[in-house]
């Protein structure tokens, strides 16, 4: 659908305005009768968040796992930034 990982000019702030209508939606149809499957699909995106951050900032040198951890501190510092956040589905940790 995206190609996210990719995105090394945008900032975290443009992607979440691009990608939160269909979080969002996402949310509204799998989260009334398939959380498991809402889950798995969002765990999916916050890998290929990872990915992204882990191409845009040489901090992590390509470690995904350090690219998760900071992922988690933001989603804690600003949890309104991403749909899922919002709603209490956060990355996991490293």
């Known amino acids: 659908m995206w190609d996210i990982g990719r995105w090394t000019d945008a900032g975290i ?3 979440a305005e691009r990608v939160n209508p269909a979080l969002r939606g996402w949310w ?3 989260a009334a009768f398939y959380m ?3 889950k798995r ?3 999916h995106f916050n890998d290929i968040l990872a990915k992204w951050a882990a191409r845009k900032y040489r901090r992590f040198k390509r470690s995904r796992a350090k690219a998760r951890t900071w992922l988690r501190q933001l989603a804690a510092r600003a949890p309104d930034l991403l749909y899922h956040w919002k ?3 956060l990355p996991p940790a490293g």
């Open 28 to 30: 509204n149809y799998y």
């Open 87 to 89: 709603v209490g589905v």
């Open 13 to 15: 702030e443009d992607i």
């Open 41 to 43: 699909v969002i765990g």
């Open 36 to 38: 498991s499957v809402f």
